[in-house]
DNA sequence: GTTGAAACACAATTAAC
DNA sequence: GTTAATTGTGTTTCAAC
């Protein structure tokens, strides 16, 4: 990953979009609320409509926005409990982490899954009605695949929780 | 077709609005793209474009729907790097998880944060360009407030990410 | 090439049936 | 729940800088 190539020379290639400090602050707008009119972000940016818009559109066709999804209330949606998996294979082979990727791309409760270094080989967030409900996504995994060790971390409160990833870095 | 009321007897308060399979498959549309035209979901899931923005408007009004956002590419966004802090702390006082709190409500690079059962105290997802800001934000912690523990976890690879959680316990 | 104003089209919202 | 009218966006166009 050789991304950021501060080109003082020679031919400029294909790429390099650059975005300035506007796109941030519009970025930020959106990955808080996605359904503000242009309107209301062109005149906190201090633009009008057309290039505000222009920008949007140059954002998401470069892909740096991705997409636009609605976000769901866990508790309402009967769900409140998030449980974090520390999981650890003896198992270093290609074809068990496919086997793996499988295995947590068919289980719609786990919402996260990481590759870790360290001790602890991966990492998994999983999103239950209650107690019962993990415990059958547990017995789950492990009769389909062998596990080292696995430790469940439960979350009793939610300090912090956003989409929105930082955009001062662009 | 009459309202959905399943309720055959006794007397639920003021609250328990219900929904059904059909709210269901429209979340789960929204949940993975909120600019799907009303159109389309609706004759997805086999209704007119009317009573399909009824429910989906009954749904933001409920607080189901919490809110639309666009999501960010980590990578084109110069922030690829994840890693997740494992925090215990010896200092088990309201002031302190108060402190805490601030502390990582300023940090924008802290995505999430849970406070958790067992060994570990709490758990932090952060979201860096490299290792040396992530040390940034390290020191920028550990200056604030006391740990007694700080366990950190690189990802290496992401292998689900989903805001999407499950549908099917509503 | 970039901007801002004004016209256009389409989807969301409302109202009536 | 269906159909139709309305409003308000996003989107495109175009003249001006």
Excluded at 21 to 45: F, N
Aim: hydrophobic letters at 40%; charged letters at 30%; a negative charge.
């Amino acid at each position: 990953m050789t991304e950021p190539r501060p080109r003082k020379t020679g031919s400029k290639p294909i790429e390099s979009i650059t975005f300035d400090e506007i796109d941030q602050r519009i970025l930020e707008m959106l990955q808080k609320d996605s359904d503000t009119p242009i309107q209301a972000i062109s005149e906190a940016v201090g633009l009008s409509t057309n290039p505000c818009w222009r920008r949007i559109k140059r954002m998401e066709e470069a892909g740096l926005i991705k997409k636009r999804v609605v976000l769901v209330d866990q508790t309402r949606a009967n769900v409140p409990l998030t449980v974090f998996i520390g999981i650890s294979t003896s198992r270093h082979e290609i074809d068990w982490l496919n086997r793996f990727r499988d295995l947590i791309d068919e289980i719609p409760e786990v919402v996260e899954a990481y590759r870790l270094t360290g001790t602890v080989d991966y990492i998994l967030k999983v999103v239950v009605p209650d107690m019962a409900s993990y415990d059958a996504v547990y017995k789950q995994m492990i009769q389909r695949l062998e596990f080292s060790q696995v430790n469940s971390m439960i979350s009793m409160e939610e300090l912090k929780f956003t989409t929105a990833i930082p955009t001062n870095y662009l």
